[in-house]
């Protein structure tokens, strides 16, 4: 995981990709607007948080 500056073309694509393969419902919100103890989180620990959501079978 690197950080891919904002206007880049890439950022559509990669964006796309995690929605389609990460379960958590609000991945890129973790990467445009994160939670308070998440403001300063290097790429890792982000991806590190989307793959620790685990939905609730019901």
């Not at 958590?24 to 990467?31: F, M």
């Amino acid at each position: 995981m690197r950080r891919i500056p904002v206007g880049d073309r890439r950022l559509t694509t990669t964006c796309g990709s995690s929605k389609r393969n990460v379960t958590h419902p609000r991945a890129g919100d973790l990467i445009f607007h994160p939670p308070a103890g998440l403001l300063d989180a290097s790429p890792e620990q982000i991806v590190h948080e989307t793959l620790r959501y685990h939905p609730i079978a019901l």
